[in-house]
Each structure stands twice: as C-alpha cells, then as structure tokens.
C-alpha cells in the first residue's frame, strides 16, 4: 500500500516542470523523476548512484526510491564509492580546479593565473543547487549539481560531478539533508 506521503511526493516529482534551458531540447522520458520500487536493504535517506544507467536514486522509504537522471563523469573521471554530503549551497558560486584548467586550458582559460570564482546563477555550471560530496569528513571537490548544459543528462561528460536538471536537483535538495550517505557503485 502507498502512504499519503509517497503518493503526494511522488505526484509534485512528476509535475516539475520540463528544463527550457536549451532550445528543442526534452529530456528523454526515463531520466523524468519518477518513483520507483526499490531494494529494501537501503535505509530512507540514503542517495545510490548507478553510473552505467545514469541514474540516481533517493530512497525515500524502505522499498521506494525517487529515480533521477544524471549525467556524470567522462572516461577517467568517473568517480565511485562511499561519500557524506557535507554541506549544500543554494545557487552556488564556482571556480574548476587546477587540474581542470590544465586539462581544457580552452575553456577555463578565464580562469588561469587568478582568483576568479564565477558568481551564483543561471550561467553557472553548477546551476541551481550543489550538494557537496565529502569523505573522512573532507571535500572531494566533486558534487551533486544542476546543469546548464540539460543534453548531459544520460551521458559520461562531466569533470567527476554528478549533473542533474536543475528543477531535478532542487527537488532533491529539498529532500537529502547534510550527512547522508551517497554510494556511488
């Protein structure tokens, strides 16, 4: 039986409005939030990322997961393993790292030989939400985040981040508060 909660959770995911950041773009109907039955042996609370779907799942019960799509690190920047989120920022701020900058001078040039640190926005790469992924209570400076770039989602392209739909991510900020456990398998 679905609880009241479920269904009304379940029913505002499905009404998020569809991204209108890239002309003729539509996110292919599988990466939409949705929920989904899920596996029992994770507690409420907990966030699993399954990299060859392209998928994130929030467990929002025992047996019920919301499932959304995400886009997530290119060939050798793929990350995988246990985190904490250990903070959460609204319409975040955002420099690359310097290994970014030495990787792709082209598009991060701005960047080089300064402090520079984007402002918060809708032109920010990390869009509308961050989720900041820790272990051994440190910042891996990788995270869960919005995107401008909605074509990412289903694909391997990032930087090592996990790229969500920017309605997507603030539906899951609101539900994974600092401290839960995110595995990435």
Known sequence: MISRRTFVAAAAAAALPLPALAQGFELAPRYRPQQVTFSKSYAPGQVLIVPKAHFLYYVSEPGVAMRYGVGLGKAGQEISGSYVIGSRKEWPTWRPTDAMIERDPQAYGKFKDN????????????????????????????????????????????????????????DLYQRVPDGAVVTVL
């Open 115 to 170: 402090d520079y640190v984007q402002p918060g926005g809708p032109d920010n790469p990390l869009g509308a939400r961050a989720l900041y992924l820790y272990r051994d209570g440190r910042y891996t400076f990788n995270a869960i985040h919005g995107t401008t770039s909605p074509s990412s989602i289903g694909h391997s392209v990032s930087n090592g981040c996990v790229r969500m739909i920017n309605e997507h991510v603030q």
